[in-house]
T-cell receptor, first 113, second 112 residues
Framework: AQSVTQLGSHVSVSEGALVLLRCNYS??????LFWYVQYPNQGLQLLLK??????LVKGINGFEAEFKKSETSFHLTKPSAHMSDAAEYFC???????????FGAGTRLTVKP | DTGVSQNPRHKITKRGQNVTFRCDPI?????LYWYRQTLGQGPEFLTY????????KSRLLSDRFSAERPKGSFSTLEIQRTEQGDSAMYLC??????????FGSGTRLTVV
């Protein structure tokens, strides 16, 4: 069965600092991996996805994530945090690129001025 | 294209009442998904449709829950005899082929 674990329910960084949000997956088959962002009272917005092409995936808003099979990880990074990045971030896994996507519990990112 | 639309945005109901939510997906999307999200958790898969066919249902979808997509366009999710544990955000998403989901803003249900 596919699942994801997000390490750290809350992450706080200063504006301009590196953002690192951790995600580890378990999957019996090569996975498709996603990162979504959710702003208060809104639905989820796709940041980026890995579909077995390049292991370093670039997404919107300056975010990127690297698929590391040996570590079963798909951590999300951004070199310099902006205040507007404050939101909830969810990692998700699917085995066929769309169906029955399984989400992690989420990481709330706070950006301090 | 106005994205995925969900109505109502908020619903407060008394325990034991029935509620129905509606989701209008992006018009050309053939797949439609329902998820439930409780406070502090990620979305949990409930069910999904390809066109009008309901192809998968989670064990979370008890017999009090039913979803339909009669013409392969909009979908409804009905909860009968609501319980306080049903209080959550109900999210709808749609997709076309292998592209990522587009989520609606959700319907927040509060059962009192």
């Amino acid at each position: 069965a596919q699942s994801v674990t997000q390490l750290g329910s809350h992450v706080s960084v200063s504006e301009g600092a590196l953002v690192l949000l951790r995600c580890n997956y378990s999957s019996s088959v090569p996975p498709y991996l996603f990162w979504y962002v959710q702003y208060p009272n809104q639905g989820l917005q796709l940041l980026l996805k890995y579909t077995s092409a390049a292991t370093l995936v670039k997404g919107i808003n300056g975010f990127e994530a690297e698929f590391k099979k040996s570590e079963t990880s798909f951590h999300l990074t951004k070199p310099s945090a902006h205040m507007s990045d404050a939101a909830e971030y969810f990692c998700a896994v699917s085995w066929d690129n769309n169906n029955d996507m399984r989400f992690g519990a989420g990481t709330r990112l706070t950006v301090k001025p | 294209d106005t994205g995925v639309s969900q109505n109502p945005r908020h619903k407060i109901t008394k325990r034991g009442q029935n509620v129905t939510f509606r989701c209008d997906p992006i018009s050309e999307h053939n797949r439609l998904y329902w998820y439930r999200q409780t406070l502090g958790q990620g979305p949990e898969f409930l069910t999904y449709f390809q066109n009008e066919a309901q192809l998968e249902k989670s064990r979370l979808l008890s017999d009090r829950f039913s979803a339909e997509r009669p013409k392969g366009s909009f979908s409804t999710l009905e909860i009968q005899r609501t319980e306080q544990g049903d209080s959550a955000m109900y999210l709808c998403a749609s997709s076309l082929g292998t592209k990522g989901y587009t989520f609606g803003s959700g319907t927040r249900l509060t059962v009192v």
